[in-house]
């Protein structure tokens, strides 16, 4: 081969391999994990589109690193997710796991993450077990856990003088925990939850549910419903005439990124959450306006959690100084940081669970209007993590 003919194939080579991505090692694959169909897709879709929104605004880097996606529709199914989690980590050889939104999913994840030493973000599902029993070195989460937000209602609806409460939910890890969350907080504020109600999750055929509410006629009503079905379920209560009657309180992805299609319905409803409409700080406001533009609509709780997840990844591989290897180093800067969030500055407890202000919010049109902090810097109990 004549030497400048030699000298164009490597060159064209080289091109090529920028051309299809960088090399392994100036590159990070991030693997998501999330329903991209049934009644959880809009919130993977605005996930995906946070984390993409902070990596986009890094010039496509962290840590120096090149950041590469791959993605796995979860659907939202527990018995899948073990499938799942392991084509992401053995066939696309991801470097983190980024995932998921359904609590179920995410303890199949956790666990396997746990046993491969996969790194893990949780963007999402607040399975209490994540950073509870489950808790690992390599496993985080940007969001919550269920116990938090319903927590923070459970002692709001005992100050607003309510004694007796109904509960309603779909009856899988998520809608169990953050019952349990609002009984223990309603309860050692002297209320008392009178009946739990449950369908199973995703179905959305409340009536029956909603006439037994009508019968018992309690002081107030406390849901956990996301997604799809929180809108068909703010809906019905309203259209079963129950909305003037029995007050409807929630954890806040009730009224979280539903509202357009809700309407008049959710109008007044309070809920709890680590984020609200209106906290008009310029980090939130700036995080807002670039989410817009990008994607031609609000973002939510959902798209802010995925943004945070990024964030959490580049704390970690900054100090690594892009090095994947390091990942002492990664583990022990995230644990020390101090995220600057949409939602306010939060830090991570010691089993890797945000600490945050829990928000009062009030659906006024459409958006979900701070009333204040119900909970300054609430931190999940942790119960059962040894790390
Ligand atoms: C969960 O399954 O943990 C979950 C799903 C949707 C919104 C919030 C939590």
Known sequence: MKGSHATQLAVASVLASFALGASAADSIKVGFMLPYSGTYTALGNAIENGFRQYVDEQGGKLGGLVVEYVRV?????????????????????????????????????????????????????????????MCAPNIFRSSFSNWQP????????????????????????????????????????????????????????????????????PDVVYTFFAGGGAVKFVKDYAAAGLKNTVPLVGAGFLTDGTLDAQGEAAQGLLTTLHYADGLNTPKDNQFRLTYAKTY????????????????????????????????????????????????????????????????????????????????????????????
């Not at 995410?106 to 491969?116: F, I, L, P, S």
């Open 73 to 133: 529709d979860d659907e939202s199914a527990p018995a899948k997710a073990t499938d799942n989690i392991n084509k992401l980590i053995n066939r696309d050889k991801v470097d983190v796991v980024v995932g998921t939104v359904h609590s179920g999913v995410a303890m199949a994840m956790a666990k396997v993450a746990k046993d491969t030493g996969t790194l893990m973000i949780d963007p999402n599902a607040g399975a209490d077990a994540v950073t509870g029993p």
């Open 150 to 217: 319903a927590y923070a209602m459970g002692i709001v609806a005992a100050k607003q003088g309510y004694k007796r409460a109904v509960t309603i939910t779909w009856d899988y890890a998520a809608g169990k925990e953050s019952v349990n969350g609002f009984k223990e907080a309603f309860t050692k504020g002297g209320g008392k939850v009178e009946k739990d109600l449950t369908l199973p999750f995703p179905q959305v055929e409340f009536q029956a549910l909603l006439t037994e509410i009508a019968s018992i006629k």
């Open 296 to 387: 031609k609509m609000q973002p939510d709780v959902y798209a802010m959690q995925g943004y945070d997840a990024a964030q959490i990844l580049g704390i970690g591989l900054a100090a690594t100084k892009g090095d994947k290897t390091k990942r002492d180093v990664l583990v022990k800067a995230i644990e020390k940081a101090k995220i600057d969030s949409p939602r306010g500055v939060f830090t991570l407890s010691s089993s890797h669970n945000p600490v945050q202000d829990i928000y009062l919010r009030k659906v006024e049109g459409k958006v979900n209007q701070v009333q204040g902090v119900a909970v300054k810097a609430l931190a999940d109990p942790g119960r059962g993590c040894r790390m």
